[in-house]
Each structure stands twice: as structure tokens, then as C-alpha cells.
């Protein structure tokens, strides 16, 4: 059935709020999940746990979890009407996908780490709704028996090579291994051709938020700058004033006019040492982020979760892109 046509249904209007709900309620479980989990799961191999993480006090419903909690529920709607009545398997394991997705993504925001657990998780709910996919011949994720092998090969894959490209150009890792690994549990369920549409997907996130990141991190340099800069200007006219008023009150003469030389020599040397304080370009530059790491894992989960809710309208898209080429 249709989504809009689902909707209007009884059953369906039922569904929508049980999946509001439930959205809310799990995004309140899965943050106690991440507090509880072992600290060990947030680290390096072989890293020392910090004190934040030892403590259990990693994540704050009542800062971001209000948020998480509208995005949840969101994705747990669209997944219902995308997979509804016929299709309650599909939609339940689509279900823990999607809140393991968010789980990752909030890991990778907060501490830059794609729990393994977690990762063979999405990946055992992969294979297992694949086989099912098949076996009852339904269609919906794999039309052939390789595609989800291909797909996780595709995903994996992709991201060797990001890291190839970045060892190469940049000299360092482009892309950490918990990403490869997460990618390539999602080639499973995206099968061929469908990880490279959430490749696509999940680069154009992170380009456009990249992009936003830079113009942010411009515009608050270039006002620090242009702030700290008035802030010496007025110190140095200030200081440039008493002096001036000091030396009204002093005898003409040599000695005087020696004086009164002083407060422009300090006042020009205040303000050279604003215009050397103060971030030029070059400091502008270093601000863009260059130097700092950038995690996918949420733009991978997001890709993944698009996939799943929009399933049918993005294969619709691609169609009628291709169709413009016959």
C-alpha cells in the first residue's frame, strides 16, 4: 500500500502514533545503552578509558536527547509508511537498523568511535532481513543472490580507497577503519546497485555539512579578529588620551616636547602590535579545519537511514534520471 494511502487508514494513523511514541521512548533506552555500555567499547584498541568515560555520564538526554528523540520517532514513522501493512517483518528489523544507526552516530559525534558492537549488530540484522529478502523472493533489498556480497565488498571497498587517497595526498588516514567496516555491514543490506546510491548519499551529506562547518568557522574568525582588534584600538587611543592630558600639565620646552612625542611613538607601537595579534588570512586559513577529524560514521548512518525510509521515491528518482539518457 501506498504511504499517503496507508495514512489515511485507521490502522495507519494508529501506526504513525505508536511510532511517534515509541521514537521517543527509545531514544531515552538507546542513551541509557551508551552510558551503560563498557568504556572500552568508546576506545582505541588498547586506548586507556578517560575519567568521563569511566564515569558513565557520557550522554545528556536533556541537551541533546529532545532532539534525538523528533529524529527518532521521524525515521520510525517514515520506515512504517515506507514498509507498512504486508511487510511488519521488513519494518520491525528495519527498526533496530535505524536506532543502531543513530546509536553510531551519536558514538562517532561525541568520542570519534564506531563501536564494534554495535557495527556486527547492523550488520547480523543485514544479512539476516537479505536472506529473508531472498528466500521468500520478494524483491524489495536483492535481485540476485550476490548482491548483498557485492554490496559489501562495493562499501567496504569505497572506503579503502578514501583512505587510500588520503594517505596518498595528505599523508595520513582519509577514513578510519571503523568505517570501512560499518560500510561494508551496510553493503549487505544495500546490496548492488543500492551501496552506491547510499555512497552518494552519504558524500553529499558530508560535503554540504563540511561546507557549513568552513563558512561558520570563517564568519566567527574573521568577527574574533575584527573584536579583538577594536579592543586594542580603543586601548591604544586611551592610553594615547592620558598621556596627552598628563603632558598639558607639564612645562614647555625641550623636555615637554620630548614628552609629548612619547604617547604617539606608544600609541603607534600598540597599534603594530594589534595588526600582529590580530588572524589575518593565514589564520583564517588554518581555522577551516584542515588539521581536525571529521566523522563520517554519522553521514554513513544517515545515508543508510535515507535509503531505508525513502527507498522507493529515491529508486524512483534515479529512473527518471536515467530515462533522460535513452
Known sequence: MQPLSYLQTTGGLIWTIACAVMGILITWGYYTVINRIPASWLCDYGETPSEELLSGKRVN???????????????????????NKGYDIYFGVFSLIIVISLMIAVCDIKYTIIPDQFTIALAVLALGISIYDLVRGFGLLHKAWWSPLAGAAMGAGAMILID????LIYKKDGMGFGDVKLFGAIGLLTGFPGTILAFAISVVCAMVCFIVIIIVVKIMVRKAAAGEAQSLGEEASGVAEEQKE???????????????????????????????????????DDSDGGGSYLAFGPYIAVSLICYIVFNDFLYHMVEQYLSLFK
Request: aromatic share 4%.
Open 164 to 167: 587510500l587517497i588520503g594517505v
Open 61 to 83: 538526554y536533556a541537551r541533546s536527547g529532545i532532539i534525538m528523540s523528533i529524529v527518532t520517532a521521524a525515521c520510525l514513522v517514515l520506515c512504517r509508511l515506507q514498509f
Open 246 to 284: 598628563a603632558s598639558a600639565h607639564e612645562p614647555s620646552g625641550e623636555g615637554g616636547a620630548t614628552d609629548r612625542d612619547e604617547p604617539e611613538e606608544e600609541a603607534s607601537g600598540s597599534e603594530e602590535a594589534a595588526a600582529e595579534d590580530s588572524p589575518g588570512e593565514d589564520a583564517g
